[in-house]
C-alpha cells in the first residue's frame, strides 16, 4: 500500500479551490433565509511574527462547521480579511525602520499564504483590509455619520496616556494601570481629543444584550463594564467664606441618598472644573501641586482600596441640603473625574474607604444605620435602621430612599437618576498609522467635515512617522498636508491631525465583506438584507469588551440612520479557548525555558508531572517565553489535515489546552489509516439490506452510529468527540478484507470538512469528477445505529447489586421480573418489603426495599 501523500495532495487541492473560486458565495436568491448562513472569525491583526498554532483554531472551528453547511443545503458566506492599522505596526515600523505600509502588506502576504495553507474555505474575493484608502473611505464616512448626528464631539479633557506608545488610549484599553498594548504605566494628561458619546447608547447596550446567544460570561462582562445603576442626582450648593449660598453648585450621584444626613464633607476629583472657583488663595498652591502629582497617578493606583488616603482642602464649604450644615470641600485622587460626575458625598460611618479619610483628616463620623458597632472605630458597611435622620428615622433601606427621593425633588435639589459606569470612547490617536479623521478646522467656520465625495481622505506619503510625545500626531508636522482650504468658506484652514484608533476599522468590517468591491456605498441595503445579522462569530474573549462592545455601538448608530436593518450585529458568539504551550521544561529535574531543551515538549515528557506543576509550566504562547508552535512547521512535518485535526481533537473548543506534538502525531497516524482503508478493494455491497456477516454487521452498525455522531457533534460544534467516533469507525472498517463501496463513500463525505484535501482526494480516487464541498451531507436508516441489546443496571437502596442484557424499549414488568431474578439482586430483596420499584427505561432498575 501507498504512503498517505499529503505533501502532493494538499497543494492540489489548494490550487483547484483557488482556480475554481470554490467557495465564492452570491446573493443567490433561491435560497430562503433559513437557509443563508453568515458565519464569521475575528480577523487577525497581521503581526511580523505570522501565525502560531493558536490562531487557527476558531478559523478550522468554523471552516469545518460551513463545510457541513454547504453539504447541508446552506448558502454559506465565509469571509477574512486583516485588521491593519494601529499601533503595533507602527511600533515595529518605527523599530526596524521600515514603513508601516511596507511591513503591513509583507506580514498580509505571509498570513495569507498561511491560512491558504491550512485550506479554509474562505471567500478570498471579499478579503478586505482596514489600512487600504478603498477601505477606510467608508470607515471616514461612518465616522461622519457619528459627527452629523452630534455623536461626535472635540474637547480638552485629561485622558488615559501612554508614555511609550505616547498616545492617548480609551478606558478599555488600559487593565490594571497598564497599557493594554505594551504594558508601560499609564498617567493621565490633558489635551485635545475627539471623543464619541457611546453613552448616548449605553441603555440600549445593556439591555439588547439579553436577546443575544452569547456565552453568560461574555453578556456579564459588558453589563459591569457598561455598570447601569439607578440612584440620585443631588445638588449641593458651594458657600461663601461667611456661609452663604453661592452660585456655584456640586452635583453628585449616590445610590444611597438616603444617608445624605451623614453626608459630613464632599470630595471632587483633582480634574473637576470646579475647583478654580473653590480654591481659596491661602490653599491655591497645595491644591496645584497636589493636582500635578495625582496627574502622574494611574486610575488603578489612585482607587487601591489599600493605599494611604491622600487629599487636600480646597478652603470652602458646602452646604448640604438636607440640613443646612457646613461642610468642607476637599479634594482627593481616590475621586475619579470619569465615574459619575467627578464629585462625591462622603459618609463615613459606613463607607471603609470615606472611613478612612475622615480619621486621616480628622473629619466629623456621624452614624445615620443603627450599627452593631462604634462606627467612630470602624465603619458599618451593612444596612440597618435610619438613626439620626430626622424624617427617615426607623425606616428601612428602600422606604427611606424613596422618602429621600420625594423630598429632594419637592425640594427641587435631586432627583431620580440612572447611572453608567461607561464613559464616552475617547476615539483620537496621536499616531501616524491610522485613518486620518476626515475634518478641517477653519478660523472663521469651525470644524467642518470634509465632504463625502472627497473620501478617502488619504493618509500622506512620509519619511518620518515617529511620534512627537507633545500630544499631537506625526501629521501636524506636515504643512503640505496639514494646511488646506475650507470646505465651506474656501479660505485658509488646517485639517484634523490626530487619527483614529485600531478599533475604528475593525468595528464595522463584517458589514463591508457583504459588498467589498462597492465604491458607491459601504454597502449595499439588499446584499445587506440577505446576509445580516452575523449567524455564528467565532474569536477570542480578549475581545469580550472593546471589539465586541465598540462593534454593537457603531452598528446601533448605523441602525438608526437606516443603512442596517438589524439592531444587532452577532447573533451567535462562541468563544474559543486559548492553546497554551510549555514556556518550560524539566532538566534534572530543575525547569528551564524550552530554547534550553533540545527535544521539543512531546506529550510523554509530562506524564509523571503532578496538577501543580503543570499550571506552573503552562502558559500562553509568546515570543518572549520562547514557547511558539509555527504552524508552517507542523503542516511540512505532517500536513495541514493533520494540524486542523488535532486542533478540534485537544478537546473541546471553548476549552484552554496545552498543544502537545505527541498529539498531532496520532491525529496523522490515523489519517495514514484512513488512506491506508482507501487501498483495500471496493465492494459493490449493498448495506440496506439483510446482511449475514456478522464483522459487516457489527460495521454498518458503527458506520450508522458515526455518520449520526459526527451530523449531531458538527451541528454543535463539538468536534473533538466527532473525531473520536471516526477514529473508532476506521478501526472497525480495517478488519474488514473489503469495504463496502457505498459505506465509504458516505464516510468520505463527513471526513471532508474536518480533513478537506484528503476529503477530496478520496472523493475523485471513488471516481467522483466535481469537489465534494457542495455533495449532499449523508443520510442513514436510525435502525442500524441502535444497539442490539442494552445493559441494564439493577440497584438495591441506591446501590448497584447486578446488571443484566436486555433489548431496546423491553417493557417495565419484564424488566422487574427479570430484576429480581437475579442472584445479585435476590440476597438483598428476598425476606425484605419491597417499597417502590424505580425503573429508567433501558438504563435501570432500582428497587427500594425496608
Not at 119 to 140: A, I, L
Not at 162 to 186: F, H, I, Q, Y
Not at 361 to 367: A, D, K
Not at 699 to 724: E, G, P, W, Y
Amino acid at each position: 500500500m501507498s504512503k498517505y501523500p499529503f505533501e502532493s495532495i494538499e497543494p492540489k487541492w489548494q490550487k483547484y479551490w483557488d482556480e475554481h473560486k470554490t467557495f465564492k458565495a452570491t446573493e443567490d436568491e433561491k435560497f430562503p433565509p433559513e437557509k443563508r448562513m453568515y458565519v464569521l472569525d475575528m480577523f487577525p491583526y497581521p503581526s511580523a511574527a505570522g501565525l502560531h498554532v493558536g490562531h487557527p483554531e476558531g478559523y478550522t472551528a468554523t471552516d469545518i462547521y460551513c463545510r457541513y453547511l454547504r453539504m447541508n443545503g446552506y448558502n454559506v458566506l465565509h469571509p477574512m480579511g486583516y485588521d491593519a492599522f494601529g499601533l503595533p505596526a507602527e511600533n515595529y515600523a518605527i523599530k526596524t525602520g521600515t514603513h508601516p505600509k511596507t511591513t503591513t502588506n509583507a506580514n498580509i502576504e505571509h498570513f495569507t499564504q498561511q491560512i491558504k495553507s491550512l485550506g479554509f474555505s474562505y471567500d478570498w474575493d471579499r478579503c478586505v483590509s482596514t489600512c487600504e484608502p478603498d477601505y477606510y473611505k467608508w470607515t471616514q464616512w461612518i465616522f461622519l455619520q457619528l459627527y452629523k448626528k452630534g455623536l461626535a464631539y472635540e474637547a480638552q479633557t485629561p485622558i488615559n496616556w501612554c508614555p511609550s506608545c505616547m498616545t492617548g488610549l480609551a478606558n478599555e484599553e488600559v487593565k490594571d494601570g497598564k497599557c493594554d498594548r505594551c504594558g508601560a504605566e499609564v498617567t493621565h494628561k490633558t489635551i485635545r481629543q475627539w471623543i464619541l458619546k457611546i453613552t448616548d447608547y449605553a441603555d440600549r447596550l445593556d439591555a439588547d444584550l439579553e436577546g443575544l446567544d452569547w456565552p453568560e460570561s461574555v453578556k456579564a462582562m459588558q453589563h459591569n463594564w457598561i455598570g447601569k445603576s439607578t440612584g440620585a442626582e443631588v445638588t449641593f450648593t458651594v458657600a461663601d467664606k461667611d456661609g452663604k449660598p453661592t452660585d456655584n453648585k456640586l452635583t453628585v450621584y449616590t445610590t444611597r441618598c438616603d444617608t445624605l444626613f451623614g453626608a459630613t464633607y464632599m470630595v471632587v476629583s483633582p480634574e473637576h472644573k470646579i475647583i478654580p472657583e473653590i480654591t481659596t488663595a491661602e490653599q491655591a498652591d497645595a491644591v496645584k501641586a497636589y493636582q500635578e502629582a495625582a496627574a502622574k497617578k494611574s486610575d488603578l493606583e489612585r482607587t487601591d482600596l489599600a493605599k494611604d488616603k491622600t487629599g487636600v482642602f480646597s478652603g470652602s464649604y458646602a452646604i448640604n441640603p438636607v440640613n443646612g450644615k457646613l461642610i468642607p470641600i476637599w479634594i482627593a485622587d481616590y475621586v475619579l473625574i470619569s465615574y459619575g460626575t467627578g464629585a462625591i458625598m462622603a459618609v463615613p460611618a459606613h463607607d471603609d474607604r470615606d472611613w478612612e479619610f475622615a480619621k486621616k483628616f480628622n473629619l466629623p463620623i456621624i452614624e445615620v444605620l443603627k450599627s452593631e458597632v462604634d462606627v467612630q472605630t470602624q465603619a458599618w458597611t451593612q444596612d440597618g435602621i435610619h438613626v439620626n435622620s430626622e424624617f427617615l428615622d426607623g425606616l428601612n433601606k428602600a422606604d427611606a430612599i424613596a422618602k429621600m427621593l420625594e423630598f429632594l425633588e419637592e425640594k427641587k435639589i435631586g432627583r431620580k437618576a440612572i447611572n453608567y459606569k461607561l464613559r464616552d470612547w475617547v476615539y483620537s490617536r496621536q499616531r501616524y498609522w491610522g485613518e486620518p479623521i476626515p475634518l478641517v478646522h477653519c478660523p472663521d467656520c469651525g470644524t467642518v467635515p470634509v465632504p463625502e465625495e472627497e473620501l478617502p481622505l488619504k493618509l500622506p506619503e512620509v519619511k518620518s512617522y515617529q511620534p512627537t510625545g507633545t500630544g499631537e500626531s506625526p501629521l501636524a508636522a506636515i504643512d503640505e498636508w496639514v494646511n488646506c482650504k475650507c470646505p465651506k468658506c474656501g479660505k485658509p484652514a488646517k485639517r484634523e491631525t490626530n487619527t483614529m484608533p485600531q478599533w475604528g476599522g475593525s468595528c464595522w468590517y463584517y458589514l463591508r465583506y457583504l459588498d467589498p468591491h462597492n465604491d458607491k456605498q459601504f454597502c449595499a441595503a439588499d446584499k445587506e438584507k440577505y446576509w445580516m445579522p452575523v449567524d455564528l462569530y467565532i474569536g477570542g474573549a480578549e475581545h469580550a469588551v472593546l471589539h465586541l462592545l465598540y462593534a454593537r455601538f457603531w452598528h446601533k448608530v448605523l441602525y438608526d440612520i437606516g443603512v442596517v436593518s438589524t439592531k444587532e450585529p452577532f447573533q451567535r458568539l462562541v468563544n474559543q479557548g486559548m492553546i497554551t504551550s510549555f514556556a518550560f521544561q524539566r532538566k534534572n529535574k530543575t525547569l528551564v525555558p524550552v530554547d534550553e531543551v533540545e527535544q521539543r515538549e512531546d506529550g510523554k515528557y509530562y506524564e509523571k508531572a503532578t496538577n501543580e506543576e503543570l499550571e506552573q509550566i503552562v502558559a500562553k504562547m509568546s515570543k518572549s517565553l520562547k514557547n511558539v508552535v509555527n504552524p508552517d512547521d507542523e503542516i511540512k512535518a505532517y500536513g495541514a489535515d493533520s494540524v486542523r485535526m488535532y486542533e478540534m481533537f485537544m478537546g473541546p473548543l471553548t476549552m484552554s489546552k496545552p498543544w502537545a506534538t505527541q498529539g498531532i502525531v496520532g491525529i496523522h497516524r490515523f489519517l495514514e489509516k484512513v488512506w491506508s482503508v482507501s487501498e483495500k478493494p471496493m465492494a459493490d455491497i449493498d448495506i440496506t439490506g439483510k446482511l449475514e456477516d456478522k464483522a459487516l454487521i457489527s460495521a454498518r452498525k458503527t458506520f450508522a452510529q458515526t455518520i449520526k455522531k459526527v451530523t449531531d457533534d458538527t451541528a454543535t460544534l463539538n468536534f473533538n468527540t466527532a473525531i473520536s467516533q471516526m477514529m473508532i469507525f476506521i478501526n472497525e472498517l480495517s478488519k474488514l478484507p473489503e469495504v463496502p463501496k457505498a459505506m465509504w463513500s458516505d464516510f468520505v463525505k463527513v471526513l471532508s470538512p474536518y480533513a478537506p484535501h484528503l476529503g477530496e482526494e478520496l472523493w475523485e480516487k471513488l471516481g467522483n469528477k466535481e469537489s465534494i464541498a457542495y455533495v449532499a451531507w449523508p443520510t442513514v436508516n436510525a435502525d442500524f445505529a441502535k444497539d442490539d441489546t442494552k445493559q441494564i443496571v439493577v440497584m438495591v437502596n441506591g446501590k448497584k447489586r447486578d446488571t443484566f442484557e436486555a433489548a431496546p424499549g423491553t417493557a417495565d414488568d419484564v424488566l422487574k421480573e427479570t430484576a429480581f431474578a437475579r442472584d445479585g439482586v435476590k440476597k438483598f430483596t428476598d425476606g425484605h418489603e419491597v417499597v417502590k420499584v424505580i425503573i429508567v427505561k433501558d438504563k435501570l432498575v432500582n428497587i427500594v426495599v425496608k
